[in-house]
């Protein structure tokens, strides 16, 4: 079947989504071919970049918004951190070799969570933590994994990626109270995220030690409560969900976000973990118990931006959408106008492109005759909408204006 073929069908049954490589024939938003770059390592186009940077301003703004202290640390990592973390361990065999200095060994980090304890720890000796009980650190993380090239796949699975991360410090000895509170919170914040994005979850997992899990760093006694408190949230908040054994991370259990690919593959998106441990590993403070929910709201930019591509067959949302606006003059006579329009769009913030004749993927395509200079109009149609003849012109703004902030 052609993606032509496949894309009519999607559209009459709308059950047959399509993969995000082949959207993105149509989208232009990255390459992924070998002549350029390597498996799993993604070009963004232009449109692809505005996209991925819409995004993650959208997602920083967001994290600011909830109480993160936005922060960026650096992708390489000194090895014997990520040993000491036992992430060595445990990321194995998808970890990138270690790069042998004169001084010193660095890593690809295959997490960012080592960094964020340690910036925890020197922000509160040096007495400048952010604001807020507790702290909390978000960042849009690159990371380097070495993932099998036989499971690379276009956006979705990749070795150098961007993972929306965050980690929240709670000292159980200061409010037992917290951890729920903020549990809550990282469940509320997750929810409205993939809503925002109009992602349809699939399935809500679980995942617990069970007999299936082979490296751990805790107590079975510590699996028990902890996996209590993750089964409570769950219940207090109604949501159903699916449990897993075996499958939680290697420090503590976790709930999992996962959606359907297009070729009916479970992948997760968003998580929420708890971790009572890692910190007391990276510190050597034994003292200060402090637990960690380590959580994406979203997992990484580019399965993300796959998922949306493969959920919504390519239409981008408007207000992620890399051309907002293609304003054409159907007549030679109207390009005055035409420009005046155009000008107003750009003025107005939005990503237009004036009339320049080629197939252009955009969210509204505004087309100026005769007619509509005589009337100060536009004529328009929204991708998948229909054509509205002679709207006014600041009717036009307020209309794409009240979609880019609150949608449709
Ligand atoms: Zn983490």
Not at 93 to 109: A, G, I, P, S
Not at 187 to 207: A, D, M, P, R
Not at 224 to 239: A, D, P, S, V
Not at 332 to 351: A, P
């Amino acid at each position: 079947m052609t993606y032509n073929e496949k894309r009519d069908k999607f559209e009459k049954n709308n059950k047959i989504p399509i993969d995000h490589r082949e959207v993105n024939r149509r989208t232009e938003l990255f390459l992924n071919t070998l002549k350029v770059n390597r498996p799993g390592m993604i070009v963004w186009l232009e449109k692809g970049l505005i996209l991925k940077n819409a995004l993650k301003n959208y997602l920083e703004e967001q994290l600011k918004k909830n109480g993160y202290f936005l922060v960026n640390t650096p992708i390489l990592v000194d090895a014997e951190l990520l040993k000491t973390t036992k992430h060595r361990e445990f990321y194995q065999n998808m970890m990138f070799t270690e790069m042998k200095l004169k001084k010193e060994n660095l890593q690809f980090r295959p997490m960012s969570c080592p960094q964020h304890i340690l910036l925890h720890q020197q922000l509160f000796k040096q007495k400048i933590l952010p604001k807020g009980t507790p702290a909390k650190f978000g960042e849009i993380a690159l990371l380097g994994r070495n993932e099998p090239s036989g499971s690379l796949s276009g956006l979705e699975r990749v070795r150098i990626m961007n993972l929306v991360d965050s980690h929240i410090f709670i000292n159980l000895e200061q409010d037992k109270t917290l951890l729920m509170k903020e549990l809550n919170n990282v469940l509320n914040f997750t929810i409205k995220t993939l809503e925002k994005f109009s992602i349809k979850i699939h399935q809500i997992t679980l995942s617990v030690k069970g007999k299936g899990k082979k490296f751990s760093i805790l107590k079975d006694q510590e699996w028990n409560e902890l996996e209590k408190i993750l089964n409570e949230l769950l219940i207090i908040n109604k949501i159903p969900f699916k449990k897993r054994e075996g499958e939680a991370a290697f420090y503590g259990p976790k709930i999992d976000f996962e959606i359907l690919n297009s070729h009916s593959v479970l992948t997760t998106l968003a998580t929420i973990q708890i971790d009572p441990k890692l910190y007391s590993l990276v510190t050597k403070d034994k003292k200060k118990k402090i637990i960690i929910i380590h959580h994406s709201v979203c997992g990484t930019l580019e399965r993300l931006i796959a998922t949306i591509l493969e959920q919504q067959q390519g239409n981008i949302p408007f207000w992620l959408s890399p051309i907002q606006t293609y304003v054409l003059s159907v007549t030679k006579s109207s390009s005055d106008y035409t420009t005046k329009i155009y000008q107003r769009l750009v003025d107005n913030q939005f990503r237009s492109i004036l009339d320049v004749r080629i197939k252009l993927n955009s969210s509204y395509i505004i087309t100026i005759g005769k007619k509509e200079e005589k009337n100060s109009t536009i004529t328009f149609k929204k991708i998948g909408g229909k054509r509205v003849n002679g709207m006014d012109q600041a009717e036009f703004i307020y209309r794409i204006q009240k979609e880019k902030f609150f949608g449709n």
